[in-house]
């Protein structure tokens, strides 16, 4: 996939999340001033009371300017299934992507138009930069949207 076309994909994704949707589920967790440690694994558990519709899953990064890197690799595992998952968030140029001024918030569609079949959703992440302890990301979130 060339730097266009992640770009656009980035780009999608906050179109995506720009438009008025019914949010189901949101929660943020913070990660420690010294960074994200390669060993910490961020558990999101999601009750779910609709298990008809089909929702989407997004994941928000909050980062600073401190965040060495123009890309970002996490692990997700929601049920069995890892999935390793890289995105941008800066451009080629180096100018970040998403938004806010200090805290840069860059949202991620993970899953689309998943039905949730169980009363829990449990959504694992993982940092998969190969840094002992990752510096720069303030918060990890996960939205669930219809």
């Not at 805290?103 to 138009?113: F, G, T």
């Not at 959703?121 to 002992?132: F, Q, S």
Request: aromatic share 10%; proline share 3%; hydrophobic share 40%.
């Amino acid at each position: 996939m060339t730097v266009k076309s992640r770009i656009i994909v980035v780009l999608s994704s906050l179109l995506l999340v720009a438009c008025s949707r019914s949010t189901m589920y949101t929660n943020y967790q913070t990660i420690p001033l010294e960074g994200w440690s390669m060993d910490s694994v961020l558990r999101f558990e999601v009750p779910v009371t609709d298990t008809v519709n089909a929702y989407d899953v997004l994941l928000h990064i909050r980062h600073t300017d401190a965040y060495p890197y123009q890309n970002m690799w996490l692990f997700a595992n929601d049920g069995g299934k890892t999935d390793t998952i890289e995105f941008y968030l800066a451009d080629d140029r180096g100018r970040w992507l998403g938004n806010g001024q200090a805290i840069k918030d860059m949202p991620v569609l993970y899953r689309e138009n998943v039905v949730l079949k169980d009363s829990l959703y449990i959504l694992t992440l993982e940092e998969g930069m190969r840094d002992i302890v990752l510096r720069g990301i303030s918060e990890i979130g996960v939205e669930i949207v219809r």
